[in-house]
Every structure is written in structure tokens, then in C-alpha cells.
């Protein structure tokens, strides 16, 4: 058997969890405990938590926030945001998270991937390359925090992460996020194809149909998604909601 | 008795987890302490008391742990007290070192279960390492008592081949079909994390503390 995670991705911004739509326009979604405690009787696949707010205020991890997630969560967890140091990465796996997700850090301390592969092994280190169309229609790989982005194309830069010990890479389109109109297949298709670690599809999933295709044509290991999980209906009103397990089991099949 | 009566009536409360710098030591807190069982990290050797079950987790290279171990005096102190009879569960690497030996390693292992650790060899379109949600089949007994499903999670690049049949307490399918949880004695194995498997691997755990 072959499975494909599921992933709802939530974002933290002032201790509250919020959902934007391109990198921009949060919307408080509510609490995170609580939303990890829905997850939980939904037997989430796993979970990943961005502090969007970390990196751009040019602070570390809020780790009294991470250990009463950590304290909840009974699958598998991810933390990203505001990583600069092993220390701190040594911090969030002591707290029973056991995957770090470097993202702006890596672009001038890509030592750093190395380093926390080389104590914990490739599998609990994770890179979020975020990436977005520039004029002309090349495609760049893009800092929320405002950071200097690495001279290569996303491929380019991707195949270097694999490089140098990431263990997994979430592939994050900008211009889809939020958008709930399916992923951008494409680029999925082309990293995936080219690298031997998981690729984790995120940016644009609004239904079940879009993670199938992100699946089958893009060739993703897993799929990620923010606005499909926190948002119900035409109107986008708050709902914390998951597949059944019921219907995860057979949508891959 | 039922495991579950047994759990339910345990007189142990402590679990001591090795603590030697390899592993998910906080998610393992996090859980039993949910189930409601203390859990005691255990930084040395001598801090061990055989009265009370042990959780050796691992996470990483099995050269590399197994140093450890040797290098704290833990490897010499778990065989003496798994050989005489406390119950001792060896979670994903941690369940690998404590068979005699690993491919992707030169030392020796805990040879508390006779069998040795190989690297996944699969076809192209199952990626290593076998990364997600899998389950647990053939396993009836022991540790797997009173799960309404065997659903776990797993992230591995190595599988143990133990010697004998006997050794085996669960296989799963991931191209091939490997041996995911093993047993000899007291001495317990799980390739897969209990402690990230919501329910199922909760169930797990209380079973194992109520073993003894």
C-alpha cells in the first residue's frame, strides 16, 4: 500500500490561527488548540504549523505556544517559522514535534539544513520553498519575510535542498494560495520528477478532486492544503472540517 | 487477564523512556501522559529500576545510537534487564537495535531479538523512506490486542528481517511485505510511532504498560 498524507496546514499569526489568500489578507480561523483537538477525532494525517509572523519580525519560534501544541497532537507534526539556529530545532523536536520546516533561513544558511539533518536524519527535516510568477512569466522562488531569494530557478534551488539533506520539500505556490481553485500541477510535476524525496503539493486546493490531480498528475507524495480545512461553503464561513477516514481510504485508489 | 483489565488495574504508573539523545522523547511523554501514565526520562544507565517497564525510542543512524548506548552504559544494562524479565519496547530505529545487527551500520545491536535490519530495496514508484500511514496485518496478539484497526504511522528506511517466524508480531505491505512489529519474551518491537498513531497507537501503549 502506497498512501498519500492528507496535510491541513495552519497558520499561526498572534497566537490565533489565521488563512490568507495569496500571502496576504489573514482571517482569523480561531484557536489552535482547539482546532488541533477537531483534528484529532478526525485522525488527521498530519499536521504542519506555519508561524507566518516569526521570520518578518525577525523572532524565534514561540515555544510555549509549540509545547501546548505538541502537548495535543497525537500524529505526526511539522513547525516552521522563525527557525535560525540548531538550538532551537534541538528545542522543537524535544517538545515532540519531530519535524522542523526551514524556509527563508536556507537561503543564507542553507549550513543550517545541514547541520539539523545531520542530528536528527534527512526524514524530520523539512523545506517550504514558497515560489511565485515574476514579470514575464518566470517563476521565482519568493521570501514572505522579505529576504534575499537564491539566484536559481525553483528546480534549481530545489534539487540543492535535496542536496544538502532536506528529507522532504513542501512546494508552496503563492499565487495559488487561498485561491481554492486547484494546484499548480505543473510545477509539482516538474519537481517531483526530478527529485528523489517526498514533494508535498500546497497553494490552491479547494476540493477533494484537487488533491486527487495533485496526486495523479503531479505526482506529489502528499498534499497539503490551509483554506480546504478551515473554510465551508460558498461564503467561506469558518468550519474546521477533514475528509472521513472513510473516504481518504478510497480517493487514492 | 485481558490486557485491558490488566491496564485498567495496573499497579505500575511509570514508564521509564531512554533518553540518549536519539529520538521523539517529548511525543512519547505527551502521549502516555494521556493515557495516564507517568513516564520517567532516564538520562543513565544506573537510573534504571527494573521494576518498571522501558520505552527505548530511536530516531536516526544506528551506528550512531548504538554508540551511545555502549558509550553511556545503556546497552549493557538493558540486555541485563530485559534478559531478566522487565518489559522493554523498542519504537521505529529503536526497535531495529535491538536485533543483532543493521545494514546500514558496522556495530552490533542490543541481540536482544536475533535478526538484522536491511535497507528497502523496491520498485521505482514506492519512494524511500516509506513515509505515512500503513498497516499492521497478522498481528492478533500481544500488543495489538483490542485495537479496532492496526493503523500507524511510519517513516523508515531499513526493515528487520528477524531469523525466526517467532519473532514476528505484525508485518505491513509497502511493495514488499516486511516484518513491522517483532517479540521475544518481553523484549517488543514497533517500526511504526504508536506515539504519533492517534487511538490506535494510544492502545498500543496502554497494552504494553499493562504487559508486565
Not at chain 1, 19 to 44: C, H, L, M, Q, S
Not at chain 1, 55 to 74: H, M, V, W, Y
Not at chain 1, 139 to 157: I, Q
Not at chain 2, 43 to 51: Q, R
Request: glycine share 10%; net charge neutral.
Amino acid at each position: 500500500m502506497i498512501s498519500y498524507r492528507v496535510i491541513p496546514v495552519l497558520l499561526l499569526s498572534e497566537g490565533g490561527l489565521v488563512k490568507t489568500e495569496k500571502f496576504k489578507k489573514p482571517v482569523y480561523v480561531g484557536d489552535p488548540i482547539n482546532a488541533i483537538r477537531i483534528f484529532n477525532d478526525k485522525e488527521v494525517d498530519e499536521l504542519v504549523f506555519l508561524d507566518i509572523d516569526a521570520s518578518k519580525e525577525n523572532r524565534g519560534p514561540d515555544f510555549t505556544l509549540l509545547e501546548q501544541i505538541a502537548s495535543e497532537c497525537f500524529m505526526p507534526l511539522g513547525y516552521g517559522g522563525g527557525i535560525t539556529t540548531l538550538d532551537q530545532v534541538k528545542r522543537i523536536y524535544s517538545t515532540g514535534i519531530e519535524k522542523v520546516i526551514l524556509n527563508s533561513v536556507v537561503f543564507d544558511k542553507p549550513k543550517l539544513l545541514e547541520d539539523a539533518a545531520a542530528e536528527a536524519g534527512s526524514q524530520s527535516v523539512v523545506v517550504s520553498i514558497d515560489y511565485k510568477k515574476a514579470l514575464f512569466g518566470k517563476t521565482k522562488v519568493y521570501s514572505h519575510a522579505k529576504r534575499k531569494t537564491p539566484n536559481m530557478s525553483v528546480l534549481e534551488f530545489a534539487k540543492e535542498m535535496e542536496a544538502r539533506g532536506a528529507g522532504e520539500l513542501i512546494l508552496n505556490s503563492v499565487d495559488q494560495d487561498g485561491l481554492m481553485n486547484g494546484y499548480d500541477v505543473d510545477m509539482i510535476a516538474a519537481i517531483s520528477e526530478e527529485l528523489t524525496i517526498p514533494v508535498v503539493a500546497c497553494g490552491g486546493a479547494g476540493g477533494i478532486d484537487h488533491l486527487i490531480e495533485a496526486v495523479k498528475k503531479g505526482k506529489a507524495s502528499a498534499v497539503a492544503a490551509g483554506s480546504m480545512f478551515v473554510f465551508h461553503g460558498p461564503h467561506k464561513a469558518v468550519l474546521i472540517n477533514y475528509p472521513s477516514q472513510e473516504k481518504l481510504s478510497t480517493i487514492f485508489s | 487477564m485481558e490486557l485491558a483489565a490488566k491496564f485498567n488495574a495496573r499497579k505500575i504508573l511509570m514508564i521509564q523512556v531512554i533518553n540518549y539523545g536519539m529520538g521523539n522523547i517529548g511525543s512519547i511523554k505527551n502521549m502516555l501522559k494521556k493515557i495516564g501514565v507517568d513516564s520517567q526520562l532516564i538520562n543513565k544507565a544506573e537510573e534504571l529500576d527494573p521494576s518498571n517497564s522501558i520505552i527505548l525510542p530511536g530516531v536516526g543512524a544506528f551506528d550512531n545510537a548504538m554508540r551511545r548506548l555502549n558509550e553511556s552504559g545503556f546497552s549493557a544494562r538493558l540486555q541485563e534487564l530485559a534478559t531478566g524479565g522487565t518489559p522493554l519496547l523498542g519504537i521505529c530505529l529503536g526497535m531495529q537495535l535491538l536485533g543483532d545487527a543493521s545494514e546500514e551500520g558496522s556495530l552490533e545491536g542490543l541481540k536482544l531479538i536475533p535478526g538484522k535490519s536491511r535497507k528497502f530495496v523496491l520498485e521505482a514508484d514506492h519512494k524511500i523512506p516509506h513515509m505515512g500511514w500503513n498497516k499492521v496485518i497478522n498481528s492478533n496478539s500481544g500488543l495489538f490486542q483490542d485495537l479496532e484497526e492496526s493503523k500507524f504511522y511510519f517513516v523508515h528506511s531499513y526493515h528487520f528481517v528477524p531469523e525466526k517466524g517467532d519473532y514476528i508480531l505484525g508485518e505491513t505491505n509497502y511493495g514488499i511485505k516486511f516484518v513491522s512489529s517483532i517479540n521475544n519474551a518481553n523484549v517488543y518491537g514497533a517500526q511504526f510511532h504508536p506515539e504519533k498513531s492517534h487511538k490506535y497507537g494510544m492502545q498500543l501503549l496502554k497494552n504494553f504498560c499493562a504487559i508486565k
